[in-house]
Structures are given as structure tokens and as C-alpha cells.
């Protein structure tokens, strides 16, 4: 099953503004990792959040961790028309060899 | 740096016939291995994962199976396919050194069952 759910499932901005989606979960996690794949594509990491860690940044991409609540934020900004994508947070649980998705945010910049 | 290879690409398949999909992997040794399946627009399945040669967890029982013949091949199969196994076929690996990182992920293959 999906640990992580992603809110909004869609979301379109126009091009130059902010975008932000969210993550939440539900078990203790050792990190919390978000993917971008556009269509018809395999999955591109973006960043990863270790659970002792609370706001990450890169480039254009600001990732928070809310471990209390059990979720995570990620914000770009300056949206550009290439950002148009899926995004998936996955998080990595302890004592597992494998990271557990969430079902997408599905983002479109309008140019 | 590491590179995922799947193939086909694309395949479209009668229901009842049988599927292999290959996925290699360059530039790492001893990586974990996953399959993934995606149904349109819609999240990530984790399928199957290998830690090694022939160390293989399912994940979801259904009329798939998995096999790592090599360290850096990991093969989807099934002896009939069904409608429902339609969808999006990722491959990715994560290198594993004591604590999981990111994955990379392969182009995938799309399989259309008729």
C-alpha cells in the first residue's frame, strides 16, 4: 500500500509562480525523497530530506520535514513551463531495503 | 555514473502469452534492484526488489515473477499475461552501502495487453 499521499493529486499555475505540494505519511521514516517524471518517462530525484533534518534547499527547490505531523512540503519557485511534471515523494522506512511512494502531485505550468 | 537500460520500449501482447522484460544496469556493482509498475496516472508499485544474485522479494502476489541471473540484470516475467498487467514498467536501482539512498530509475517499458 502507499504510505505517502500527495496533496493537491493536480495542480496548474501559471509560469513565474510558486508552486507548492505536500506529503504526508504515516510510519517513522529514515529520510523522505522527492521524484519528478514527466510523461511517459521514468522517475528523476530531485532532493532528499533526512529525518533529523528540517527544511533542505536546491536550486529552486525547497523541501520541508514536519516529523511531528508526519509531513513534507515541496515548493518551487519561479515555476518555469519545463516544471510541468508529476512529483512523487517516496520515504525510506527503516530496516527496509525499499522506498514507499505516494501517488503524485500532477503539476502544470501555464506558460 | 549509473545507467538503467530496459527494452522494449514499448510492447503490446496478446492475453495468455508470456513476458520478459530485461533491465541491465552499468557504472555500480552490487546494486539493489527493483521493478515498478505505474497504471496511468497513477502512483508507483513496487513489484519485486533484489539485494543480490538471486535474492529476490515479491512484493505483491500476482502472475509475475522476478529473477537477478547477474549482478547487473534483473528480469521481469510471466507465463500469462492478464488485462490487468497493462501499464508502465519501471526498472531502478539504489546503491547499496548500509543506507538507502536515491534511486535511479530506467526509461521503463510500456506494455499494452490485448
Known amino acids: 500500500s502507499q504510505q505517502g499521499e500527495e496533496d493537491p493529486q493536480a495542480l496548474s499555475i501559471q509560469e513565474g509562480e510558486n508552486a507548492t505540494m505536500n506529503c504526508s505519511y504515516k510510519?517513522?521514516?529514515?529520510?523522505l525523497q522527492w521524484y519528478r517524471q514527466n510523461s511517459g518517462r521514468g522517475l528523476v530525484h530531485l532532493i532528499l530530506?533526512?529525518?533529523?533534518?528540517r527544511e533542505k534547499h536546491s536550486g529552486r527547490l525547497r523541501v520541508t520535514l514536519d516529523t511531528s505531523k508526519k509531513s513534507s512540503s515541496l515548493l518551487i519557485t519561479a515555476s518555469r513551463a519545463a516544471d510541468t511534471a508529476s512529483y512523487f515523494c517516496?520515504?525510506?522506512?527503516?530496516?527496509?531495503?525499499?522506498?514507499?511512494f505516494g501517488t503524485g502531485t500532477r503539476l502544470t505550468i501555464i506558460p | 555514473s549509473q545507467t538503467i537500460h530496459q527494452w522494449p520500449a514499448t510492447l503490446v501482447q496478446p492475453v495468455g502469452s508470456p513476458l520478459s522484460l530485461e533491465c541491465t544496469v552499468e557504472?555500480?556493482?552490487?546494486?539493489?534492484l527493483y521493478w515498478y509498475r505505474q497504471a496511468a496516472g497513477r502512483g508507483l508499485q513496487l513489484l519485486f526488489y533484489?539485494?543480490?544474485?538471486?535474492?529476490i522479494s515479491s512484493e505483491v502476489p500476482q502472475n509475475l515473477s522476478a529473477s537477478r541471473p547477474q549482478d547487473r540484470q534483473f528480469i521481469l516475467s510471466s507465463k500469462k499475461l492478464l488485462l490487468s498487467d497493462s501499464g508502465f514498467y519501471l526498472c531502478?536501482?539504489?546503491?547499496?552501502?548500509?543506507?538507502?539512498?536515491?534511486?535511479?530509475f530506467g526509461p521503463g517499458t510500456r506494455l499494452t495487453v490485448l
Open positions: 531502478a536501482l539504489a546503491v547499496s552501502s548500509g543506507r538507502l539512498g536515491e534511486q535511479f
Open positions: 510510519t517513522s521514516i529514515n529520510n
Open positions: 517516496a520515504t525510506d522506512n527503516f530496516g527496509n531495503e525499499k522506498l514507499t
Open positions: 557504472g555500480t556493482s552490487n546494486p539493489n
Open positions: 533484489s539485494v543480490g544474485i538471486g535474492q
Open positions: 530530506i533526512r529525518s533529523n533534518e
